[in-house]
Every structure is written in C-alpha cells, then in structure tokens.
C-alpha cells in the first residue's frame, strides 16, 4: 500500500481518503461515495471532473474520453487518476440523491445456474450466488464478471432484482459479439456449475423517487437488461407513473422476453411497450429506428425521466432527442459502457 491522502469534492463539500495505489474512483467506491461512473477504464468520459488543487497522475486512457487540450487546463478522468498528495476536485457531473447512497463493491464467488439463448446473438445468463455471501446491489445496477483463465473482467447489468439475505440469484442479458472474451463462452464453453467472480455493484442507472413524473424507458439490444430490471421494481411496488418502454431491434428475430413485458406492464396503471425494428418488415411492430418512434409518439417531455441502455450511438441520439423536447439532461440517466472483443 502507498502513503494516504484526502481528497475534497466540491461543490458537494464530501472528503475521503484515497491511497496511491488505487485510483479516486475505486477510493470513493469503497467509502460508499457514488460518484457517476462508466466503464472504468478511461474510455468513457463518465467520471471528468476538474482538478482545483494537488498533485495526481493518470493511468492510460482514451483521448476521446478526454482530449489533450482538456488534460492541459486541468480536467482528470476520476477512474484513471492516483493521488500523490491532498487533492481539490470540482465534480462536473453528480447526483446528490446518490452521492452517499452507494453500496461498497465487494467481490463474491458465483456458480452457473443456466445458459438460455433468447435469440441468435443473445443470451440470458444466470448466475447462483455462493450461499454464504450476500451480494447487495440496487435495481439497475452492474457488476465486473472475470473471465476465467486471464485477469480481465467484463461489465454486465443485472436484469432482476436483488435477492433478500445471502445468496440468490444474478440474472443478465448478454450479447454474443465475435470474438468476445467474454461473451463468446456463452457458445459452449460454460456450463451449469462452472465458477465464476463477481465484483460489483456499480452504476448509477438507479430509479430515482418522482411519482410525479413521467417515465421512458429506452433500450436496444442486450441493453433490455437494466431496462427490464426496472420494469421489474415498478410492477414490485404497483406504480401508477405513466410508463412508456421503447425497445429497438433490427428485425423480428431479434425481440425476445415479450411475454415477460406483457406480465410485467399489466401489473402498471399506464404502461405501454412499444417495439420497433429498424431492418424487419413486419405489420406487428413500428418501422424505424427506435429514437425516430420516440419522435412519433412523444411530445413535451419537460415533466419526465428517462432510463437508457443500449449500443452508444442509440444513446448518443437519445439524448440529443429527449432534451430536444424539454427533459433535463440531469434526468436522463444510462450508464456508458464500451465494447470489447479479443479482436
């Protein structure tokens, strides 16, 4: 272990202490500080804050997370950044209703429950957790899987709620890419019973309380994970939020969990779901990239929060969209992930 310094947030006022060897992000994980984070690992511009004061180094990272023009007026990558004396930093981005709500990540061993293809490229993964442990999170949350055999890890969001006690169960849906090193086991190469490591929670793509607001609920792809889990939670507690899930797919061989959503949405007091295909022909479903049916069927959403997860560009347009038509961009909540493959 390195020598200990404090770091001070502002303008929240919150202190912690980080050692050298870790870097801000993982030092204010484990004092239960839920600072907005994506990937960890430099690449999504998440975390960017502004270094007012003391001496830090950064691990390697992407420059189109952070520019160089950026890094030389004095922004830092949280994720990516070591303390080597007492540090002053002005957060860009953060949500007080979660700063000091988080869950410290702890590591768990985990065993494989099931294998279940939902469509020709995705697959839904469940995970027993060991019984002796619990493994707390919030709905909407993700966890680091490490891939047997290296030290990488891949992040994943849970797609149920959490378990009550020790134990219980992990459930994702994930994305078969070629290549994947992860992700590309899911063809074969795991097995019910196989063990695997977990670390995690983290994500701030948590349901913030506003029974006064409208909700949108926008996913794509394997992204219907954190999306569902939400779906989950309100059909839990029997909101009466108006609850509009919009889903993206290429063609029709691409929809899955259908039945799922349906149970789900019939247990809301407004609730539709509306699937579109942007490749497919069909009579059944909405023609057009999901971002252009959201167009269609929406007007002022000033009044509303959305949850987003999906391939980047689809968020990327989302955004663009949602605050087009008056939602605050500080209710927008995703979190940013990137795609790795062995390639």
């Known amino acids: ?93 953060y949500d007080e209703e979660m700063l000091l709500s988080g869950i410290p990540p702890r590591q768990t061993r985990a065993a494989v429950a099931a294998v279940q293809p939902l469509t020709h490229d995705i697959t839904r993964l469940v995970l027993d957790v060991d019984p002796a442990d619990e493994f707390p999170y919030r709905t909407g949350q993700y966890v680091d899987i490490e891939v047997p055999g290296t030290d990488q890890r891949r992040s994943f969001s849970m797609a149920g709620l959490p378990a009550e006690g020790p134990g219980g169960k992990l459930e994702f849906i994930i994305k078969r890419y070629p290549g994947g090193k992860f992700s590309g086991m899911l063809d074969g190469a795991l097995s019910p019973g196989d063990p695997l490591t977990v670390k995690g929670p983290y994500g701030t793509c948590v349901m913030r309380e506003a029974p006064d607001r409208d909700l949108i609920l926008l996913a794509g792809g394997a992204g219907m994970a954190p999306i569902l889990a939400q779906l989950c939670g309100l059909a839990a507690t029997g909101s009466t939020r108006r609850t509009r899930f919009y889903y993206g797919a290429r063609t029709e061989r691409d929809l899955f969990a259908l039945d799922e959503i349906a149970e789900l949405g019939a247990r809301l007091a407004d609730f539709a779901f509306v699937p579109a295909l942007s490749e497919g022909v069909s009579g059944s479903y909405e023609q057009g990239l999901i971002t252009e049916v959201v167009d269609r069927h929406e007007g002022d959403l000033s009044s509303a929060d959305a949850y987003l997860c999906g391939p980047p560009p689809m968020c990327d347009a989302a955004m663009e969209l949602l605050t087009g038509k008056g939602m605050p961009e500080e209710r927008i909540f995703l979190d940013k992930f990137t795609t790795s493959t062995g390639t």
């Open 1 to 93: 272990m390195g020598d200990k310094h404090h770091i001070r947030f502002e303008p929240v006022g919150i202190e912690i202490e980080a050692d050298e060897d870790e870097t801000v992000l993982d030092a204010a994980f484990r004092q239960g500080v839920n600072l907005m984070h994506g990937c960890k690992e430099g690449q999504c511009s998440s975390c960017k804050s502004f270094l007012l004061d003391g001496d830090q180094q950064m691990e390697r990272y992407s420059t189109f997370a952070l520019a160089d023009y950026e890094s030389e007026e004095g922004y830092v990558l949280l994720c990516r950044t070591h303390a080597y004396g007492d540090l002053s930093v002005e957060l860009i981005n």
